[in-house]
C-alpha cells in the first residue's frame, strides 16, 4: 500500500484565489512528520512547510498552510492568493522511523498545479 | 559555495560504464540521500545514510553504489550503466532541527544513458 497519495494529478487555480492540495498518508507510527515540497519547471525541490504528529495547530507559512486531520489522515496543503509564480509540481512527504530511519521521507507523485491569470 | 551541490549537472554516457554522481553538502547535515525522478513522477529513494559510514538501502538500491567516508560528501555509483538509469538524480542531506529533518535538495543531475 501506497504510504502517501496524492489523488489529483493536475489542477487549475485562477489567479488571486486558494487551491487545496490532497495528501492522505498512512502509517502505524504515532510520531511521524509530514512535508511540502514545491519542484518549479526549473527542477529544484523546495521545502515549504512541516507539521508534526503531536503539533496541536496546524502549520503555517506565507501563503502556505497546512490542514492536518490526524484522524482522517490527511495533510493537504492550502495556498491562498495563487500567483503565476506558484505553477509547479507540489509533493507531499512522510518522515517515520527512529534511530538511523529517522531522517528517512516517503514522497508521494505529485500533484502539477497551474495557476491561470 | 554554501549549501548543497552536484556535479555533474548533465551527464551522457554509455551503456555498461560506470558512472560516479557526486554531492557535497557545507551544512555538517548528519543525514544524505540519494533519488532518482522519472520523467512525470515523483521521487524513489535510492540509498541513504544517517552518518559517515553509516548507509543503508532505500526503495530502488539495485545497480547502485554509495560510501560516505566523510560527513559532507555522499557520491553515487553506477556499477554498469543501464537505459534504465536514465533518469534526473537528486541528492538531497538533512538534520533533526527539533525533530523535523526536513530535506534540502541539490539541483540535480540529468543522466542519459545511451
Known amino acids: 500500500a501506497q504510504k502517501i497519495t496524492q489523488t489529483q494529478p493536475g489542477m487549475f487555480v485562477q489567479e488571486k484565489e486558494a487551491v487545496t492540495l490532497d495528501c492522505t498518508y498512512d502509517?502505524?507510527?504515532?510520531?511521524?512528520?509530514l512535508f511540502w515540497y514545491k519542484q518549479p519547471s526549473s527542477g529544484e525541490m523546495i521545502f515549504l512547510i512541516y507539521q508534526g504528529s503531536y503539533d496541536q495547530q496546524n502549520a503555517t507559512e506565507g501563503r502556505y498552510s497546512l490542514n492536518f486531520q490526524k484522524a482522517r489522515k490527511s495533510a493537504n496543503l492550502v495556498i491562498s492568493a495563487s500567483q503565476l509564480g506558484d505553477s509547479a509540481m507540489y509533493f507531499c512527504?512522510?518522515?517515520?522511523?527512529?534511530?538511523?530511519?529517522?531522517?528517512?521521507?516517503?514522497f508521494g507523485d505529485g500533484t502539477t498545479l497551474t495557476v491561470k491569470p | 559555495d554554501a549549501g548543497i551541490t552536484q556535479s555533474p549537472r548533465y551527464k551522457i554516457t554509455e551503456t555498461g560504464r560506470q558512472v560516479t554522481l557526486m554531492c557535497h553538502q557545507t551544512w555538517s547535515h548528519s543525514y544524505m540521500f540519494w533519488y532518482r525522478q522519472d520523467l512525470g513522477h515523483g521521487l524513489r529513494l535510492i540509498y541513504y545514510s544517517a552518518a559517515a559510514d553509516i548507509t543503508d538501502k532505500g526503495e530502488v538500491p539495485d545497480g547502485y553504489v554509495v560510501s560516505r567516508s566523510k560527513t559532507e560528501n555522499f557520491p553515487l555509483t553506477l556499477e554498469s550503466a543501464t537505459r534504465s538509469q536514465t533518469s534526473v538524480y537528486f541528492c538531497?542531506?538533512?538534520?533533526?532541527?527539533?525533530?523535523?529533518?526536513?530535506?534540502?535538495f541539490g539541483p540535480g543531475t540529468r543522466l542519459t544513458v545511451t
Open positions: 512527504a512522510m518522515r517515520e522511523g527512529y534511530g538511523t530511519n529517522a531522517g528517512k521521507s516517503t
Open positions: 502509517t502505524s507510527d504515532p510520531s511521524y512528520g
Open positions: 538531497a542531506s538533512s538534520e533533526s532541527a527539533g525533530g523535523r529533518y526536513e530535506q534540502y
